[in-house]
Structures are given as structure tokens and as C-alpha cells.
């Protein structure tokens, strides 16, 4: 059989890992990730990367756990592995901390994490406006170095990286035999897909070097989480809203609810402002399509929309996203089923 080949769309955190993934499951397979923006101008570059799942309302629950278990279970391998600092993934400890009781006491990603437990009545002393909280151990990953690092293991494996815009992704064929489309918000655009929507995140990038735990309101507004070049306090959550221009009274009210819960950080200095937009819908979109055009065929793969909840489930939706284009190649090589009319 010949070299089936497939172009993955975008290369913020689900292009990588999907690139990367697809080589294990798709033999003989060439990998050529094409985007207009690589890393650090990505919007995986300015998120956290804390893994602490966000619940998808149209994804089964035990999917999430799945996906979230497999993404754990990944990356705990690297921060115990000699690659941890080039990969720039390592665990960190902290709270989360709810101001009334939450509805569950328990989340469903509680026996993934390590240690999970809830947290004494002389760790509540640290914050006197909340009233429950959860302890444990969990993952990080730094996106300005881990996105590199994946990148390195695409082209390791022979992939290709092309700097170039797509508009339609009819322009891949007949190129590529397989597409993969981790767009993001580009979906609206290249999958015509309307329910697509940015969910804009303000965050300050901050040094505060003898911060070691994580701090996390849990409506998930409040945060930080010390990462190893600096400390990341956010955030926002503004639905619709594209502006990618820090807005300085947004800084303001984020620095000061963060110095509520940590108050040494009215010590913290060289401070800068991020922003990046998150690509939300209801639920992650992994599904195969056939694009047809007159005789043409197109087999695609979507997988994007990830929202807030990008670093915990990557690795689990690039592994699904690859074993469906596992399943294009496979068809692929199959005689086309003749239509019934």
C-alpha cells in the first residue's frame, strides 16, 4: 500500500499532539502540520496548563474520565522520566477552594489526581472567605516549552512543519489523502461550524519565585499557579468576545483578587499581561466527515473545541483523534461501496 498522507490543521496543543500520536497508530503514514501560527503565538502558549479537568455538558462523563486518565497517566510518565525539564512538565500541589459548599464534594477526575482529600480546618485558616476546599497533586505543563518539544518529536518522526494559511480545506487536496482539523476557533471558517465560540482569558505572567502551591477559587475565576519561569494569576471568562488586547483595568481586578488569596503577592514584580481565546462549544467535536465535491472525496478528521479543558484531555482526544484516521486510512484501502439508487 502506498504512503497514506494526512495534513493536520493548526499547530497549538491538539495539532501537536495529534501529529505526534498519529505515526503510532497509522502505518505508513507522512505527517505535514500546517498553520498560519506556531508557537509562542499560540493560544495553548498562554494558558497554564494545570491539569484540572472542566466539564464538557455534551460529553459523557466516563469519556472525560477516559480522556483525562489517559492525559494524566501520559504525562506523568514524562515528569518522571529525564525528559521532564526539556518537556517542561512537572506535578504541583495546591487547593481549590469554594467560598460555599460545591454541589460535589467528590469530582469525577478525584481518583486520577494524586492525594486527593479534603482539605483541615487549619489549612481553611489561610482563607478566611471560604468554607470547603480540596487538596492534592497534580500536573503541569509549561505550553512555551512543551509545544516546542512536541513540535521536536513531530519532526523526529519525519513530520513536516508548513507556515501557510488555509482557507478552505479543499486546498489540501489532492495533496494529502487525510485531513485533521485542530483549528481551534478557525472551525467556524474551515468546518463551518457556528457553534464555535471564544471564551476570552486575561491572565497576568508574574515573578513571585517562592510561590509553590496553587491557589484555585473554585468557580475557576480566581487562580494561581506557579509555573517554573514565573506565576500565572488570572483570569477571565468572557464569552464572545475577541479582543486580544490586554485591558488594563481587567489586570487591576486580577491582581487584587489574587493578592486576596495569596497577599505575599503584592511583592510579586516584572509583571506582564497575556491574552488568549479560547475555542468553546458545548462538547470537544472528534468526529469523522467525507467532504464531496463532485467525484472528489475528502475524509476528515475534526478535533477541536476543547475550551478551558485543553491540557487535561489532549493527549486522551489526540489518541481518539488518531484512531479515527486509523480508520480513513483503513477505508482508504477498501473498494468505495457502491451507492444504492
Known sequence: MDTVRIAVVGAGLMGLSTAVCIPTLVPRCSVTVIADKFTPDTTSDVAAGILIPHAYPDTPVHKQKQWF?????????????????????????GWQI?????????PFWADVVLGFRKMTEAELKKFPQHVFGQAFTT????????????????????????????????????????????SGLGSRQLAGDSTIFPVRGQVLKVQAPWLKH??????????????????????????????????????RDIFSRCCALEPSLHRACDIREKVGLRPSRP???????????????????????????????????????????????QALGSPAPKSKL
Open 69 to 93: 486518565r489517559e492525559t494524566f497517566d501520559h504525562l506523568f510518565s514524562i515528569a518522571n522520566s529525564a525528559e521532564a525539564g526539556d518537556a517542561g512538565v512537572y506535578l504541583v500541589s
Open 98 to 106: 469554594f467560598r460555599s459548599m460545591p454541589t460535589e464534594e467528590v
Open 139 to 182: 500536573l503541569k505543563c509549561e505550553g512555551p516549552v512543551y509545544l516546542p518539544w512536541l513540535e521536536k518529536r513531530v519532526k523526529r518522526s519525519g513530520g513536516l512543519m508548513v507556515p501557510q494559511r488555509i482557507e478552505d480545506l479543499w486546498e489540501l487536496h489532492p495533496s494529502f489523502d487525510i485531513v485533521v482539523n485542530c
Open 214 to 251: 496553587f491557589i484555585r477559587d473554585g468557580s475557576g475565576l480566581t487562580y494561581i499557579y506557579p509555573g517554573t519561569s514565573n506565576v500565572t494569576l488570572g483570569g477571565t471568562r468572557q464569552k464572545g468576545d475577541w479582543n486580544l488586547s490586554p485591558d488594563a483595568e481587567i489586570s
Open 283 to 329: 462538547g470537544i467535536r472528534l468526529q469523522k466527515e467525507l467532504l464531496a465535491q463532485d467525484s472528489r472525496r475528502l475524509p476528515v478528521v475534526h478535533h477541536y473545541g476543547h475550551g478551558s479543558g485543553g491540557f487535561s484531555m489532549h493527549w486522551g482526544t489526540a489518541l481518539e483523534a488518531a484512531r479515527l484516521v486509523n480508520e480513513c486510512a
